[in-house]
């Protein structure tokens, strides 16, 4: 890992709440009068069933969609009263899907992360360069630097899209199920980084993610929807419960202890034979 992946000439921290906001697609609402506080220099993750709001809350917050009553307040601002650049030099924003343009090589879309950082009389700089090549090795995609993105499997093309997000180093990183196309060594790699930089470098992170395990190990802080709703949130330990899991997901299951990171970990009940297993005291 690259010792000297950290944001530069920025604001240290970012400050990310929604404030009743009423948010869906044109007449489809789908959050009513939502209010949440993301954690300063946490690592929130969000998770929930399919269609739950996940992902429109985190469009709602990155201003990919505007809140059709209440609003979305960035650093004790409303998020739409920033200049479009302002926002994305405090907020990285990885979505669900992502299109390259047709014949772009890994090196120059990672490097299209920098735009916000351009203005009309500055040119390409040391720092920026230095910013790439630290994101292309953070996500270990360095040997794919002169390769066309077209060309790449789904799990490569996502840790470019991921490398792009870093090396545009905000404050602030959302990330919209970051750890689709990647096989599990990848996964794990990925939440480690994103991990590492919430704990070593300070950022603020915020993912939506399906694996309420991975989601159990590496986050600091949970927010679970239901039907456009939060219905509960807070530190894992706090709030995973097989109740919840039930309530949230449908899923019959027990908690046990994660013998590693000593977090909860989800076993499902399914149709299988019941070993004798303790679940986590509440």
Known sequence: ????????????????????ATIGYDDRIISHELSVKIPDNG?????????????TLLRALSRLIRPSQGQVMLDGKAISQYP?????????????????????????LVARGRYPHQKFIRQWSEGDEAAVL?????TKITPLSHRLVDELSGGQRQRVWVAMVLAQQTPMLLLDEPTTY?????????LELLSMLNKREGHTVVAVLHDLNHACRY???????????IVAEG??????????????????????EDPLARTPMVIPRGSIPQAQVSPVPA
């Open 219 to 229: 986050a600091t802080h949970i927010i679970a929807m239901r039907e456009g709703d």
């Open 182 to 190: 990647l096989d599990i060594a990848h996964q794990i790699e990925l």
């Open 43 to 55: 690592f929130t993750v969000i998770v929930g069933a399919n269609a739950c709001g996940k992902s």
């Open 84 to 108: 479009a650049k302002e926002v994305a030099r405090r907020l990285g924003l990885l979505p669900q899907t992502s299109i390259a343009p047709e014949g772009i090589t890994v090196a120059d």
């Open 1 to 20: 890992m690259n010792e000297h992946f950290a944001p530069t000439a920025i604001a240290s921290t970012a400050s990310l709440s929604a404030e009743r």
């Open 134 to 138: 630290d994101a292309m090795e953070a």
């Open 235 to 256: 530190a894992p330990q706090e709030i995973v419960t097989a109740e919840l899991v039930e309530h949230v997901f449908g899923l019959p299951c027990i908690i046990i």
